[in-house]
């Protein structure tokens, strides 16, 4: 039985259509990313969850109980807010009993000391008195996720949970979302519009798109074959190319506008005609093999970005992008020649 | 987070807002209904509608001899409260200098003092230092108690805007009238006419001052109207107070035009 | 250079002077002259210090029992306001942007009308034969017609409608300071519609309600227009009392007095608003 079952789900602000017959189901134990450019419908996804807006249509069950019309306090579930939202006249330990105070489980004592047991999962228990204006950002967020678990929920939501951090801190709480998961086991659900982010903490990566899940999977396959347009272009910002696609079989080849021809491979996916593919910046190389295919080109502009220069590289009218290790790149400009292997241009759905 | 409120505490909050509007507007509207009164009295509900009070007060000396007086006095103090309220506004909101959170509340503290105290203060001045309460001294009395919002609404205004304009300025090399005249006045426009709103509302509207420096052949409107509640009231008084109130209605519209209404709330 | 500073600190000075100088005539030389109006003697030997204006009012029973009336109405009033005034700023916090504006108008509207209109208005609705009691008698809730003027149920129902926005505008930009999030934060931890006002909005809003409550209160204190003329001699007040001194029987030196007595309740209630308000953010 999942832990969280949204069934086409509809929300619409006036006549912006936000969710659209939205459907979702989640395993006990899941880390889910809801993965999208602003708009997209995640957030608000995330607040009919947690009961803090009313859906126009649809049904949501959570551990097997319906909860499509209930409050957000007689739903078992923690939100992290993106602001965190600590309560500013609490003390920290005050705060991360407030669930359990509410919720009414034991005496004072008991839900001092499984507060103080929460605070000390994510290292803050020696804070415990302090207000939460006394504490850092990265502290603050820290006591807003042991405000999350203290009460052991159905269901874990994060908005947005490492967005206000610096890069370091952001790091830093990746490994402690990752660990506590691994350790508390909470079915968890994380609203993020930052791929890295999607990929990295993820066991399954939803990707939405005006209000419907464009694609979803583990991230390496989401990652690695992206099905549409959309979803190559928002996992990574790959190179986008139109081919004239001919052949039959196993033997498929796709034509430039200028007329070179590459070898394809994906032979199942492909028909005749024009089509659009995916070919990540990564997947670029200078000086390629005979097994590869290709193309002769230009490099018009180069950024030099450390351990990896991207490279610009005019191919006929097309623009390729090409992000390859520094050691291992022509530099200046000039006619060169570039390569990929067949199976990384992969074919996409338009739309 | 209407998504979260339960439906009883909605009907039970339209049922408060409804008892609460009541509340606040029954006040102004028996006002205006009993100016339409056919009858000699005030008396509810009226026996028929008639406009013949508006034409009562058209042809009433008193009243538009007070009308007049509170229009040169609101004027007078609008004029006065700008012309040393704005210049203080800019000093406090533009420049850091010592003691500069002490002069702020020195300036704001008419605010705080009841108009009654302050009253009976100027009244005593007057009467021990001039020849008495007088017109003049009416004016200055008003412009007391609504300089403190024309520093507000400027200060608010300023506080809006880019502080490096003024810097820019002198770069550009504007001399100092040059920057008054170009820059820094322009940008207080709207702070200072929120402020001219406020001051002429309060100094239109103000009875307690007025009543208390009671000068010989100077009444306000203000002032007849209580004189004439506590003797005898009849339905011309009402006529005079629903013109105020549609004098009212209309700066609350030029307020929020000017200001935006939320920023006064 | 040192011209550059100079015209710096010059600058300012010249801004303020001219407002500064107005109001140390204006304001604070009159405040002053009542201040000492109250300790000098009047009549044949006038200009002598004296305490015996302040004496009266302690050893007058009618005058103590005036400030007793004062204080008592004011505290009612003040508790109205809170119980009306914390529930209609909660809502105007969370209403959308238009029921906002009609709540707003609702607040400002009566606020920015002339006491005297307004205590008008109140003359008509409590008076015989006035609104209310006809209002009553349709209803067939009261037989014979009624009145509530003269009454202090009548000066508190009419002073709660004058002093209400006050307390609403000030107890606003407290509420308005609290994030929706950390509401939302409470409902989805368990605490229910209630639990969350009581736990979150309510202790969040302390500073405005108290600002709110010390306004209210001293303005209700020094009223004059309402009390006089909804609750009439009979039911004196100090302002009240201060007025017919002053204008009436001319013994400027009690109402001096009285006055003093006021204000310095006033200042007791005021400065504590004044904290308040400066470490919330500096309105009211």
Request: charged share 15%; hydrophobic share 50%.
């Amino acid at each position: 039985m999942s832990q969280l079952s949204v069934q086409s789900v509809v929300k619409r602000f006036g006549d912006l259509v936000v969710l659209d017959k939205f459907d979702l189901d989640v395993a006990k134990g899941e880390f889910i990313a809801l993965l999208g450019p602003s708009g997209c419908g995640k957030s608000t996804l995330l607040r009919i969850i947690a009961g803090l807006e009313r859906p126009n249509g649809g049904d949501l069950h959570i551990a097997g109980r319906s909860v499509t019309g209930l409050a957000p306090e007689h739903r078992n579930i923690a939100l992290m807010f993106q602001s965190y939202a600590l309560l500013p006249h609490m003390t920290v330990i005050e705060n991360v009993r407030f669930p359990l105070r509410m919720r009414g489980g034991g005496d004072r004592e008991t839900q001092r000391a499984k507060a103080l047991e929460a605070l000390a999962l994510v290292k803050l228990d020696h804070l415990a008195d302090r207000f939460p204006r006394q504490l850092s950002g990265g502290q603050q967020q820290r006591v807003a996720l042991a405000r999350s678990i203290v009460a052991e929920p159905d269901l874990l939501l994060l908005d947005e949970p490492l967005s206000n951090l610096d890069a370091r801190l952001r790091e830093d709480m990746q490994v402690e979302l990752k660990r506590l998961h691994e350790s508390l086991g909470l079915t968890t659900i994380f609203v993020t519009h930052d791929q890295s982010e999607a990929l990295g903490l993820a066991d399954r990566v939803i990707l939405m798109n005006r209000g419907r899940i464009e694609q979803a999977g583990s991230p390496e396959d989401i990652y690695s074959r992206p099905r549409t347009v959309f979803a190559a272009d928002f996992l990574g910002g790959a190179n986008i190319i139109e081919l004239d696609v001919q052949g039959s079989g196993e033997t498929w080849h796709g034509t430039f506008a200028d007329g070179t021809q590459v070898p394809l491979a994906h032979a199942s996916d492909l028909t005749a005609g024009k089509r659009k593919f995916m070919l990540r910046k990564e997947a670029v190389v200078f000086s390629p093999d005979e097994t590869m295919a290709t193309v002769e080109g230009s490099i018009e502009t180069q950024n030099y970005l450390g351990g990896q220069t991207r490279s610009l590289i005019k191919v006929g009218d097309i623009e390729i992008i090409a992000l390859t290790d520094s050691d291992r790149t022509e530099t200046g400009r000039h006619a060169t020649r570039i390569g990929w292997r067949p199976e990384e241009l992969i074919p996409l759905q338009d739309a | 987070m209407i998504g979260a409120t339960p439906r009883w505490v909605l009907g039970a909050t339209a049922f408060f807002l409804v008892a609460v509007g009541l509340f606040m507007l029954v006040p102004l509207l028996v006002v205006i209904a009993s100016s339409l009164s056919s009858s000699e009295f005030l008396v509810f509900p009226p026996p028929g509608l008639s406009l013949r009070w508006y034409g009562e007060i058209l042809g009433s000396d008193a009243y538009l001899n007070a009308g007049w007086t509170s229009l040169k006095l609101a004027l007078g103090t609008v004029v006065l409260a700008l012309a040393l309220g704005t210049p203080a506004a800019i000093a406090l909101t533009r420049f850091r200098f010592a003691g500069r959170a002490a002069i702020a509340s020195v300036f704001l503290s008419p605010l705080i003092l009841p108009s009654l105290i302050f009253a009976i203060g100027l009244l005593i001045v007057f009467s021990r230092y001039a020849a008495g309460p007088s017109f003049l001294g009416l004016v200055i009395g008003h412009t007391v108690i609504t300089m403190p919002y024309v520093i507000r609404t400027v200060s608010a205004n300023l506080a809006d805007i880019d502080p490096n304009l003024d810097e820019a300025a002198r770069v550009m090399g504007a001399r100092w009238w040059q920057r008054y005249l170009l820059v820094i006045l322009p940008q207080c426009r709207t702070g200072m006419a929120a402020g001219a709103f406020f001051a002429f509302n309060i100094s239109f509207d103000d009875a307690v001052i007025a009543l208390f420096m009671r000068a010989p052949g100077v009444e306000t409107l203000p002032m007849r109207i209580y004189s004439t509640l506590e003797f005898s009231p009849d339905p011309s008084v009402a006529a005079v107070s629903t013109v105020m109130i549609a004098m009212t209605m209309l700066l609350v519209v030029l307020l929020n035009r000017v200001f935006g209404l939320s920023r006064i709330a | 250079m040192s011209t550059g500073t100079m015209r710096l600190s010059r600058e300012p000075a010249l801004l303020l002077s001219p407002g500064l100088l107005f109001l140390l005539l204006a304001f604070f030389f009159p405040a002053i002259q009542l201040l000492a109006q109250s300790f000098l003697t009047v009549g044949a030997e006038a200009g002598r210090f004296t305490l015996e204006h302040y004496a009266k009012v302690v050893v007058d029973d009618f005058y103590a029992g005036v400030a007793l009336r004062t204080f008592r109405l004011a505290l009612i009033i003040t508790a109205l306001c809170l119980l009306i005034g914390f529930p209609l700023a909660v809502v105007m916090s969370r209403a959308g942007p238009t029921l906002r504006t009609i709540l707003i108008v609702l607040i400002i509207l009566p606020l920015m009308t002339s006491v005297v209109i307004r205590t008008f208005g109140w003359l008509v609705i409590l008076g015989p034969g006035g609104v209310l009691s006809w209002t009553l008698q349709q209803l067939g809730l009261i037989e014979r017609s009624m009145s509530l003027m003269h009454t202090e149920t009548g000066v508190v129902l009419a002073m709660v409608q004058v002093l209400l926005p006050f307390l609403v505008l000030t107890t606003l930009g407290s509420i308005g300071q609290i994030p929706a999030s950390l509401e939302e934060a409470s409902r989805t931890m368990g605490a229910g519609f209630f639990g969350s006002i009581y736990h979150v909005t309510l202790p969040l809003s302390v500073p405005g309600l108290a600002s709110g409550s010390l306004l209210v209160f001293a303005l209700s204190i020094s009223s004059f227009i309402t009390p006089s003329l909804v609750g009439g001699v009979r039911l004196q007040v100090m302002a009240g009392s201060i007025y017919q001194q002053m204008t009436g029987s001319f013994d400027w030196g009690f109402g001096a007095a009285l006055s003093v007595i006021l204000l310095v309740i006033t200042l007791m209630l005021i400065v504590p608003y004044m904290v308040i308000t400066s470490r919330v953010g500096g309105r009211t």
